[in-house]
C-alpha cells in the first residue's frame, strides 16, 4: 500500500512559476514508477508528466515540453514537478501516482498504468 500527498498548487498569473511536490509513504519508492496527472474541469485525466525508478527516463506531454520539468528524491520518497511559464490552459486539479510494478526502465504514460494516487492539488492561472 503506497499513500500520496501533493503539496504546492495555488493561484498564480501566467509566466509565473509553481513547484508541486509528492511525497509518498508506505510501499518502497525506488521500485515505483511515478508520475504527475491533471484534470480540469469537463476534461478527462491527462498524463502531465512521469519519471522511471531511477529518475534517469522520463516522460512530458507535448503541451508542456520545455516548460516543465518531473524529478524525484528516491531517498526523500518525493516526486517533483517543477512548472514554469505556466498558462491559463495549466489551470487544472494536479494528481501524483505511483506504478508499484513498473521495470526499471520502463516510463508509463496511461492513467491505467498506475496503482495508486494522491488526492490532487489544485492549481489556477489566471491570465
Known amino acids: 500500500q503506497v499513500q500520496l500527498r501533493e503539496s504546492g498548487g495555488g493561484l498564480v498569473q501566467a509566466g509565473a512559476s509553481l513547484r508541486l511536490s509528492c511525497a509518498a509513504s508506505?510501499?518502497?519508492?525506488?521500485?515505483?514508477?511515478m508520475g504527475w496527472f491533471r484534470q480540469a474541469p469537463g476534461k478527462e485525466r491527462e498524463i502531465v508528466a512521469a519519471?522511471?525508478?531511477?529518475?534517469?527516463?522520463?516522460y512530458y506531454a507535448d503541451s508542456v515540453k520545455g516548460r516543465f520539468t518531473i524529478s524525484r528524491d528516491n531517498d526523500k520518497k518525493s516526486v517533483y514537478l517543477q512548472m514554469n511559464n505556466l498558462e491559463s490552459e495549466d489551470t487544472a486539479v494536479y494528481y501524483c501516482?505511483?506504478?508499484?510494478?513498473?521495470?526499471?526502465?520502463?516510463?508509463?504514460?496511461?492513467?491505467?498504468?498506475?496503482?495508486?494516487w494522491g488526492q490532487g492539488t489544485q492549481v489556477t492561472v489566471s491570465s
Open positions: 501516482a505511483a506504478d508499484v510494478n513498473a521495470i526499471l526502465l520502463t516510463v508509463p504514460a496511461t492513467a491505467n498504468d498506475y496503482d495508486y
Open positions: 519519471i522511471n525508478r531511477n529518475g534517469r527516463n522520463t
Open positions: 508506505g510501499g518502497t519508492f525506488n521500485r515505483c514508477a
